[in-house]
């Protein structure tokens, strides 16, 4: 299955607020432009985070503000004429994504919420790998087959995300239209990636 | 300008009544009652055109941005890919609780493009012949499985739903295991909460308080061992388990009346403050969203605590836990909760205080 045009920004949004909240993006000072407000509004995605925890309401007020600032700083922007207008709409649809990521993956759970995207890392696939094959003797063989194929897969992602030929793989899959994506949301992730990751360089 | 409507973290859209397994400890309203009665809930559902208008009033009149789809089964309705086609339109992210038995390959990948983001399905228990007892249903446990194999393989997310019964809390650690290598997103422990078809089942299945603290002692094992989620959203008395001793798992109590309400719109455009209660608080065809939710309507229902809880200094939080088990099984929401009233001579003293 291939991405679709609306999971590209999800994407995009939910890496960068990742490494945002892994503290991989440095702050770089105060800076009071619509650019730095936006940045801000971004670095302040690790705040949001410790606000969901355990506490409900004060996570959804901490992200219904952030989001309104966000919007206000890009409003900014596109009557300054810096972005067009529909571009502005996905960088925004971008961090209602991010800033519900870092909420959701931090609010208590309740039974009928979307959990959090808790993706697991090469040492989980491998643990469950064993457990699967430990399993796997009561159970359909063509079932615990398409497990193993599918951990097998996932391993082999991790793999190749580490080596050296990680970008020109995404590169040549976009190229080749496996990933989809408007004009408008590989702008607004260019914006985005000129906005938080070319100043950590 | 603040946006006046109600802000809904999700809303529980019951999109069928008919089921194809027969769950002992299924809570549906509108299943008889113990002595197998049948119970005046509205039967029935809106066709397509009906459910999709339904829906979009649901959706104009509130904000809202999660429903989960529910029932009944809800794959057995026809018409879902018309339902999830307007949900991805309105950019409402969507969960499916399903039992898994229709969840076969080319339909995880339909429903999935559809923008399904999350599948809740059972896993009651790592032994066949357990999972398909208590749904009361051969072929359950193997339907399940290769559901959620589908789902992983097709890079979708699901969670895990186990049902703690007296019949599977021994399972419960080699239960997380197969939820964990089947590549599940966490596990829901929810104690069994009588209701529905599960009221004729109430002392078969009803753990004691003292089971489900070995089965809680269990899982906070095994959610550090896997550094696996595992969330109790059925409410847990602190007076009868102290949760505090469990630390990697996630407690919840009623949420009735609050953002996080879990609001249940039925098939026919009933509007109930949550899906285990029969309360019925009008239909979402003849009023406003904001109307039926109103304080004053609601509450009777979030206001009821039973008198044994006045003096906890946990009352309003607690509420005595599941106060639609109360009225469903005895008919007053202000009664004792089974999983309480079953288990409060050894309830903590430490409480006293207000």
């Known amino acids: ?201 | 300008m603040t946006d006046p409507r109600p802000r809904l973290q999700t809303l529980i859209f019951e999109v069928i009544q008919q089921c194809n397994h027969a769950c002992l400890h299924c809570y549906n309203v509108w299943h008889p009652d113990a002595k197998r009665r049948p119970v005046a809930y509205p039967h029935g559902e809106l066709n397509t055109a009906g459910t999709l208008a339904l829906l979009t009033k649901a959706l104009d009149e509130t904000r809202c941005r999660h429903v989960t789809l529910t029932g009944g089964e809800p794959l057995l309705r026809q018409d879902l890919p018309q339902i999830l086609d307007l949900l991805h339109e309105r950019d409402v992210t969507t969960t499916i609780i399903s039992n898994g038995r229709l969840l076969d390959e080319p339909t995880v990948v339909d429903l999935l493009d559809r923008g399904v983001g999350l599948f809740e399905l059972p896993l009651l228990s790592h032994r066949r012949e357990v999972h398909d007892r208590l749904s009361d249903s051969p072929g359950a446990f193997d339907a399940v499985l290769a559901a959620m194999a589908h789902i992983r393989y097709h890079r979708g997310q699901f969670v895990a739903v186990f049902v703690a019964t007296r019949l599977n809390l021994p399972d419960l650690y080699d239960t997380i295991k197969l939820a964990f290598a089947f590549g599940s997103r966490g596990l829901m422990l929810n104690r069994f909460n009588p209701g529905g078809r599960g009221r004729a089942h109430l002392a078969e299945l009803l753990p004691t308080a003292d089971q489900m603290r070995q089965a809680l002692a269990v899982a906070d094992a095994a959610a550090a061992e896997f550094n696996f989620s595992i969330s109790c959203s059925i409410p847990i008395q602190p007076c009868l388990v102290d949760t505090s001793a469990y630390p990697h798992l996630s407690f919840g109590f009623c949420a009735a009346g609050t953002d996080r309400a879990y609001y249940t719109l039925d098939a026919l455009g009933n509007l109930r403050p949550c899906n285990h209660t029969p309360t019925i608080l009008g239909n979402l065809l003849e009023e406003p969203f904001s109307d039926l939710i109103a304080s004053e309507r609601m509450a009777p229902f979030v206001e009821a605590v039973p008198r044994f809880c006045d003096p906890c200094a946990l009352r309003d939080t607690c509420q005595g836990g599941c106060k639609a088990a109360a009225q469903v099984c005895y008919g007053s929401l202000t009664a004792e909760e089974p999983f309480l009233h079953r288990n409060r001579v050894h309830a903590r003293p430490l409480l006293e205080s207000r």
């Open chain 1, 1 to 201: 299955m291939t991405l679709t045009r609306r999971d590209f920004i999800r994407s995009v949004s939910i890496a960068i607020a990742s490494l945002v909240m892994a503290g991989c993006i440095s702050s770089g000072g105060q800076d009071d432009s619509p650019q730095g407000r936006l940045r801000s509004c971004w670095l302040r995605l690790d705040w949001l985070a410790r606000q969901a925890r355990g506490d409900y309401e004060r996570g959804e007020q901490a992200r219904d503000e952030l989001v309104a600032e966000h919007r206000a700083a890009l409003d900014d922007l596109v009557a300054a004429g810096e972005v067009d207008a529909a571009v502005a709409d996905q960088v925004q649809v971008a961090f209602d994504e991010a800033a519900f990521h870092a909420w959701r993956s931090n609010a208590p759970m309740t039974c009928y919420m979307a959990l959090p995207v808790e993706y697991g890392g090469r040492d989980d696939l491998l643990q469950q790998a064993e457990l699967l094959r430990k399993a796997a003797s009561g159970l359909d063989p063509a079932v615990v087959e398409e497990v193993q194929a599918a951990i097998a897969r996932d391993i082999a992602l991790f793999e190749a995300a580490a080596g050296p030929e990680a970008g020109a793989k995404l590169i040549e899959q976009f190229e080749t239209g496996e990933i989809k994506a408007s004009p408008e949301a590989v702008e607004a992730a260019r914006i985005l990636v000129d906005l938080l990751l070319r100043r950590t360089e």
